[in-house]
């Protein structure tokens, strides 16, 4: 009798021992997220490159947010309605901008997340090698890719004056090298292009505005490094008149950052210059959109871009690549260099300009690329810095970065 | 051949010998000769048994055919176990029990569905006997019934609003990995222990234990470690807290045995610390949003039972407001617990709770929305939100909740006990936020709406069987050997919209813009078996072991399992012939044992992609980083002690405990260059160790008739070091202060040291001068801490109660003070601004917010007055965390309450005969803080009671005065 029972306890052991390992492995899947390895499928590419964009818009528009803070063409003001920030206040100072600014982080790491899914999307879509929407995923990584790279050089710098960035864990990047990878993967890219489906994309609709965008890219990346003849070849094969913006684009889910933190709460102004480039002339009013907000006896100039939660923001436009074209052309042939301004000009309505030397060339710029990022890396270029050397000219690389990557050491605040 | 003869002759002979026995006798106190009704009298082997009726008489009648044994058992006594032959005159038996001062017979648990009493359990018992606490006090929440009561356990609430949530510390915090909060289990079912709260409203979550009634609650034990918890498994790792709901009693006299108790109580919260002018320009401001929030209880509990059924049901209606506006606490319980009785090899219980709470929250913590962020961040109030606009912000949370359970318990044989225990924990929350539109909200000036919708269903089954047994004579055996499985799965649900067009309609549908939007579901199990062995030789030896493995479900990888052992010795010194009679217990004790953290559901999924919506649809996104090479963490705990009572009147207890942790898992940022952000990776990352004493002295120097004193002294030193972080690099909070790092403490601060002024040529301060390396700093969780309490009862009917508790060697960052200075709110730093000449100028760190104090002179550059304003200066310099963390050494007069009981003015007088008790009493609670920290409170943390962030105050809620005054009937 009690052999028998030590039997069946001993049965009871092992059954249980041997089931309970079924039991909790029966659990209902989940519904809201899924192993990487099951997107390795032909009709998962749709839904990658999707999310490849998403993470592009959701940093965006945060970067040329800080950017404009940290150049002249927004400040902040702690009087304004709503201003809070002191992360936003100690970028537009720039003296003293601390590696832990947790603004700077939020651009900082979603960067890397878009420099990855970009990556990632081109070694997945690879392997995968087939599919209707296989050329499209393989553009947008490599475009994207380039891009993030783009970025990096131009937003970011592990000193005050020392531009660059990071790629996965690796030594810092300087600028100049950094825009020679953005320059290989929109290259790359360009390689890309023979894809049905750009017909249904929202931001690029067309092949050939695959190209031409890609190539206005290309000549950016080129101008900002300082190679002006390979510039000039790309920005020739750019974007043209008619073309649509390439945009970042958002919802309400997903909303414009410019639409809470530059409008409904004021955290970054305009710069009052923009007021006076419409005073001298009431067409400004076409491409430089402003207004006023008033609190008491003070008044400010708020940018009347993004007002609201869904609007998208120019990332490259045909008007930036012929005013890269009039920058290229401005010493060797400055009539053509003109004709290039007044191009951009007509299509606001404004009336053409009869000289043209740098300093009008630079409100050009200044006027037209308003909110787009494009005037810090013009205050570096033209070299009209309008703060103490010292300061910093681009967003610092974070703490978290030099925290987990040991080929980066810095000293402390 | 003769075997079998002799074993007829045996039976024959049994047979033949049957008496009838006729027991009866007499149960007093033995000191004082008090018949003692209601005491327990039964044969253990038989299950036979009876109750002694009020005036202290038992009467017992059967059948035996040997010597028997009977135990009389009976709370706040020794249990007797006495053995009388069947031949001897049973008649007119008197019993004197002895009392049991310091519960050393009361049933404690030292595992999973063991049961032993204190006197030889092998672990440091850690145990509060709630029912006794709420009789003579009144407690709006758990944890009260908890603080300074149990050595090596700390349970604060993480911020001071009403239902606001827990957070537990026990003994050196055990392994790295989690959280640090035990596991919860009431009568045996794991309750949800999860912060509630989808809406942001600052740090502060809502526990699920803000829906247990104290007033329910008989008693509280915690098994603070591996050594105790092994058999629990993987949720043994931080701890296990065991409570206990009320149960039907006999509760002779009057010729019922039914028990009613009523129990009101009214009082109010209020605010302790005023800020003071000289810490805030805006002083004012915040301290006139605060109210007192007064607190409405009633608890009507009916209970009673007799041979064959025992039941306890009670209703308890809590209504309690906070000392901010829109913070209060209506909560409605339900409680039935029956114990029945069908035939005498089975025991059947069952119980249910239902809770329907109702939790309002201010907005508070990092979040412009927030009274004190409104209030104490610059000198000019109310510049992110309104006051009024504040004000209309409503949170609401709905939650109901049941709680039951089923436990069957049958002894087949006479040696053999099964027991299976089955029970789930439901709830339903719903969150709901509502900003009015119109009210010039920053971020949604025309309204927003916000539901958040929980559901939470966890089932717990134990089973298990018991065998004992005598091997030998004087060597006993008790064999134990169980299951336990765990199945939870809950589900949620946002919505979010913004963009009213108008205020009368505030339905989420007539919203503009959805703005969020999505659910969420978790399905997870747990099993584990477990076995564990006593022997226990001639009642003064015992050695335990036990092992238990343990399984969880991973998505996506093998089901990570894994072997828990535990062993233990205990000695009765006190059985030797030749040890001193006045020490009544003498027990020494050690125990090991092991336990650890499963990785969570995701944690070995290297990459988990989810769905984002935007501009371009739904596309995908990372949602965490896994470790596909992660393995289990183990904790080892090994306790030392004893347990020592002398002349029944004291009591001494000590544990020296060591704990020790390898493979722990922790979350690694990686750095954003490499994209994968959007969780921390965990990884083993290496190993923790700490130790520490606890002990606890307890004294009743005086006990009469009308007066007894009851002291009661603890004092607990923890410390831990991370010993290996496996090569990785230190691990900082999101806030860059506090680290995880080897040859540290955890959680300590670690930051850089401002070490002075630095001043130019010509004398003028040009910025503080900071150390180039990190240094520590201190640790938010302190070294010692300890409590006192008295009871003392005079002229019989009066009782006094009075507890103070303590911390020491604790730093608190104050994160509040930091920004407060960074917005010029910080008086000091603007006068010495002004005296430096840089206010409203100068650099921008300064300049910005600070502008000059108007009759307040510059001081003159190379001066000593200049100097000292410099170095002053510096040490206030808020870009460095290092000058905002100060020591916060406290010492809380916790608790003081004074009652009075009527029972005996009432006995003389025939009208109120049919009260049984009727007491009236005073408390207070929080009564005063004496501490070097300069906030708020050093008990709060701004970070809720889950992350990283340990012991930063932003703009957290103290914890308020609260006086009651209470009334307690029972018929």
């Known amino acids: 009798m009690k052999k028998n029972i030590v039997f069946i306890i001993v049965m ?31 009709d998962q590419l749709d839904f990658l490159i999707k999310g490849v964009k998403h993470r592009f818009s959701t940093m965006y528009d945060n970067l040329v947010f800080l950017a404009g803070g940290l150049s002249d063409e927004l400040y902040y003001d702690a009087n304004a309605p709503g201003s809070s920030f002191p992360t936003l206040r100690e970028i537009d100072l720039a003296e003293d901008i601390r590696r832990d600014n947790n603004s700077v982080d939020g651009v900082f790491t979603p960067l890397g997340e878009l420099r990855f899914f970009a990556d990632n999307l081109v070694t997945r879509a690879t392997s995968i090698g087939t599919g209707e929407d296989l050329e499209g995923a393989l553009f947008t990584g490599y475009f994207f890719g380039g891009l993030a790279r783009f970025f ?59 190209e031409r965008l890609t190539h206005s890219m290309i000549a950016r990346c080129y101008l900002y490094k300082g190679d002006a003849a390979s510039a000039l070849t790309h920005a020739e094969m750019g974007m043209q008149e008619g073309d649509d913006p390439f945009m970042s684009l958002y919802s309400a889910i997903t909303n414009n950052v410019w639409y809470y933190q530059a409008n409904e709460r004021h955290q970054y102004l305009v710069d009052d210059r923009f007021a006076d480039y419409i005073t001298a002339d009431p067409n400004e009013a076409n491409r430089v959109k402003i207004y006023k907000v008033e609190s008491g006896s003070l008044s400010w100039w708020q940018q009347a871009f993004y007002l609201t939660l869904d609007a998208p923001i120019n990332c490259m436009t045909w008007q930036e690549n012929e005013l890269m074209l009039a920058e290229l052309k401005l010493t060797s042939d400055n009539a053509a260099a003109l004709a290039h301004v007044n191009k951009v ?9 009869t000289t043209l030397d740098e300093a009008a060339l630079i409100a050009e710029r200044d006027k037209e690329l308003m909110t787009t990022g494009a005037r810090l890396p013009d205050q570096r270029r033209f070299d009209i810095w309008h703060l103490p050397a010292g300061t910093w000219k681009y967003l610092p690389i974070t703490q978290s970065e030099i925290n987990g990557n040991p080929n980066l050491d810095v000293g402390p605040e | 051949m003769v075997k079998k003869l002799l074993l007829v002759l045996c039976i024959v002979f049994t047979v033949s010998s049957l008496f009838a026995v006729d027991l009866k006798g007499i149960v007093r106190d033995g000191k004082t000769q008090e018949a003692l009704s209601g005491v327990n009298i039964y044969i253990a082997a038989t299950g036979i048994g009876t109750t002694s009726d009020e005036d202290g008489y038992f009467h017992l009648t059967f059948d035996a055919d040997k010597d028997f044994e009977i135990t009389f058992e009976y709370v706040g006594y020794k249990t007797l176990r006495k053995t009388f032959s069947p031949t001897e005159d049973l008649s007119k038996l008197v019993i004197d029990l002895e009392e049991d001062i310091f519960q050393t017979d009361a049933i404690v648990a030292t595992g999973l569905a063991s049961r032993t009493s204190k006197s030889v359990a092998e672990v440091a018992v850690a145990r509060v006997q709630a029912s006794e606490l709420t009789q003579m006090n009144t407690y709006q929440s758990v944890n009260q019934l908890v603080t300074g009561k149990i050595a090596g356990v700390q349970m604060k609430p993480s911020s001071g609003n009403v239902g606001s949530g827990f957070r537990f510390y026990m003994r050196s915090g055990g ?32 526990s699920a234990l803000a829906d247990l009634n104290p007033e329910d609650i008989e008693d509280i034990q915690v098994l603070k470690g591996s050594a105790g918890a092994a058999t629990y498994g993987t949720n043994g790792s931080n701890g296990v807290v065991l409570i206990t709901t009320k149960k039907g009693k006999i509760t002779p006299g009057m010729g019922s045995s039914m028990a009613i108790n009523y129990k009101m109580n009214l009082g109010y919260n209020e605010q302790w610390y005023k800020y003071s002018k000289d810490k805030f320009v805006s002083a004012d401001d915040a301290n006139a949003n605060f109210k007192t929030g007064p607190i409405a209880k009633h608890s009507l509990s009916i209970s009673g039972g007799n041979q064959s059924i025992k039941y306890f049901t009670s209703f308890d209606s809590h209504n309690e407001e906070g000392i901010l506006p829109n913070n209060y606490m209506d909560r409605k319980s339900f409680r039935g617990n029956v114990e029945v009785y069908p035939h005498e090899q089975v025991t059947l219980r069952f119980g249910g709770n239902y809770v329907l709470n109702e939790i309002t929250r201010p907005q508070n913590d990092n979040n412009i929305f927030g009274f004190l962020g409104n209030t104490l961040l610059f000198p000019q109030s109310y510049r992110f939100t309104d006051s009024l606009a504040i004000r209309r912000i409503e949170n609401v949370l709905v939650s109901n909740r049941f709680i039951g359970y089923a436990e069957l318990v049958y002894s087949p044989l006479k040696n053999l006990e099964a027991l299976v225990r089955v029970g789930m924990d439901q709830s339903d929350l719903r969150e709901d936020t509502t900003f009015p539109p119109g009210l010039g909200y920053a971020l949604w000036p025309d309204g927003q709406r916000f539901i958040y919708n929980r559901n939470n269903k966890q089932f717990t089954l134990t089973g298990s069987l018991r065998y004992e047994t005598d091997i030998t004579d004087g060597l006993h055996s008790k064999s134990l050997l169980g299951t336990q499985i765990f199945d939870r799965k809950a589900r949620t649900s946002t919505l979010q919209g913004q963009d009213f067009s108008t205020e009368l309609i505030s339905d989420i549908g007539a919203a503009e813009d959805v703005t969020a939007y999505g659910e969420g579901k978790i399905h997870q199990k747990d099993a584990g078996i477990f076995f564990e062995q006593t022997f226990a030789w001639q009642n003064q030896y015992y050695l335990i072991f036990g092992v238990r493995r343990d399984y969880a479900s991973t998505v996506g990888t093998q089901a990570a399992s894994i072997w828990y052992p535990k062993a233990s010795l205990v000695v009765r010194m006190d059985k030797y012939d030749w040890f001193p009679r006045t020490l009544n217990l003498f027990k020494l004790r050690a125990a090991y044992g092991e336990s650890g953290q499963l990785p969570g559901l995701t944690d070995g999924i290297p990459l988990l992609w989810t769905a984002a919506t935007g501009g371009y649809g739904a596309g995908a996104v990372l949602s965490s980083i896994g470790n596909a090479k992660l393995e289990p963490e183990r904790v080892k705990e090994l306790e030392f002690g004893f347990d020592a009572e002398f002349l029944n009147r004291y009591a001494f207890e000590f544990t020296y405990y060591r704990q020790s942790a390898s493979n722990s898992i922790i979350g690694l940022e990686e750095p954003p260059s490499t994209g994968l952000t959007a969780s921390n990776r965990p990884f083993n990352i290496g190993a923790i160790e700490g130790w520490g004493i606890e002990t606890m002295l307890q004294a009743t120097p005086v006990k009469s008739q009308d007066f007894q004193l009851d002291l009661s002294l603890i004092y607990n030193y923890q410390t831990n070091e991370v010993t290996d972080l496996g090569g990785a690099q230190p691990i900082f909070d ?24 630095t001043f130019d040529d010509s004398g003028v301060y040009t910025g503080p001068d900071v150390a180039t390396e990190r240094s520590s ?30 911390a020491s060697n604790l730093k608190v960052f104050d994160n509040t003070g930091v920004f407060a200075t960074r917005f010029g709110n910080n008086p000091e730093f603007n006068r010495l601004a002004t005296q430096l000449g840089i206010a409203g100028g100068g650099p921008g760190y300064v300049a910005y917010f600070v502008e000059p104090v108007e009759g307040v002179e510059e001081l003159t550059p190379g001066t000593p007055e200049y100097k000292a304003a410099a170095e002053k200066f510096a040490t206030l310099d808020w870009r460095y965390d290092a000058n905002y963390i100060y020591d916060a050494d406290y010492l809380k007069i916790r608790e003081i309450s004074l009652s009075y009981t009527f029972n005996d003015l009432l006995k003389n007088v025939s009208a109120f005969r049919y009260i049984r008790n009727l007491t009236i009493g005073f408390s207070a609670r929080n009564v005063f803080t004496f501490t070097d920290y300069p906030g708020a409170d050093p008990e709060v943390n701004f970070a809720g009671s889950r992350s990283l962030i340990r012991g930063q105050d932003f703009l957290t809620l103290q914890n308020p005065r609260t006086y009651n005054f209470f009334v307690q009937l029972g018929l």
């Open chain 1, 12 to 42: 009871a052991i092992l059954a249980l021992l041997t089931s309970c390992d079924n039991y909790v492995q029966d659990v209902d899947p989940l519904i809201d997220r899924v192993e990487d390895d099951r997107l390795n499928s032909p």
């Open chain 1, 152 to 210: 990096y050089a131009t937003y970011f710098g592990l000193y005050q004056e020392q531009g660059g960035g990071v790629i996965d864990g690796g030594p810092f990047i300087p600028s100049s090298d950094m825009y020679d990878l953005a320059i290989e993967k929109f290259t790359e890219a360009l390689n890309h292009t023979d894809y049905e489906g750009f017909a249904n994309w929202p931001d690029i609709t067309s092949k050939e505005m695959a």
């Open chain 1, 345 to 353: 000009r007509a299509s606001h309505g404004l009336d053409p300009l």
């Open chain 2, 175 to 206: 392994g790295l990995n989690g959280d640090e909060q035990p596991v919860i289990y009431v009568d045996g079912i794991r309750v949800d222990n999860a912060q509630l709260g989808g809406d942001y409203v600052g740090g502060q979550g809502v």
């Open chain 2, 734 to 757: 999101g806030f860059d202060v506090n680290v995880i790092k080897e040859g540290l403490p955890k959680h300590e601060f670690y930051t850089y040291a401002v070490l002075g002024a």
């Open chain 2, 777 to 806: 700093f201190g640790n938010p969780i302190p070294t010692n801490t300890g409590s006192f309490s008295t009871n003392f009862r005079f002229l019989k009917n009066f009782n006094f109660y009075f507890m103070v508790d303590w």
